[in-house]
């Protein structure tokens, strides 16, 4: 299983990997369609991406009242069966990692689904600011 490791001390804020993960699951550049965002700390000047990190805890899971998330065992990403999320963000507010998001138009959590075990915005950051990590 993997994880994407962030090295947030590289980071330009260049926001590909929004972008990447946008087109690759949109097919459009939107940001908000972005599984991995990045938020800017004005106060130390530095950018940050955040995204899911599959972590022991899974406190997603454990919270969602309507059981819409589970672990891809393929991948050991979170999945989310659409149908069944109301977009309450319960999940959003128990993540210690600020891994997810709810869409702010369909109401749907944004959660890194790891493409299936080869991430793009890992491939395609210039600087090297995402890999990924054996767990
Ligand atoms: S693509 Fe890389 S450098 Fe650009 S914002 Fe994302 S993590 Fe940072
Ligand atoms: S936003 Fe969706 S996935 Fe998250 S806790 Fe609510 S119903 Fe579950």
């Known amino acids: 299983m993997i994880k ?5 001390d590289i980071c330009t804020g260049c ?3 929004e972008l990447t993960c946008a087109f690759i699951h949109t097919r459009s550049f939107t940001p908000e369609n972005s599984r991995i965002h990045v938020e800017k700390d004005e106060f ?5 991406p955040y995204v899911c990190i599959q972590c022991e805890e899974k406190y997603c899971i ?7 998330l ?5 991948t050991g990403a979170i999945k989310v069966d659409e149908e069944s999320c109301i977009g309450c963000g319960v999940c959003v507010r128990v993540c210690p990692y600020n891994g997810a998001r709810v869409h702010k138009k369909n109401k749907k959590v944004l959660i890194c689904d790891l493409c299936n075990g080869d991430p793009e915005c890992v491939k395609k950051c210039p600087v090297g600011a995402l890999s990924l990590e054996q767990i």
Not at 4 to 8: E, K, T
Not at 62 to 68: Q, V
Not at 70 to 74: F, K, L, P, R
Request: hydrophobic content about 30%; charged content about 25%.
């Open 4 to 8: 994407i490791a962030i090295n947030s």
């Open 15 to 17: 926001r590909v990997c």
């Open 44 to 48: 130390n000047g530095k950018d940050i």
């Open 62 to 68: 454990e919270n969602c009242p309507t059981g819409a």
């Open 70 to 74: 589970e672990i891809d065992i393929q």
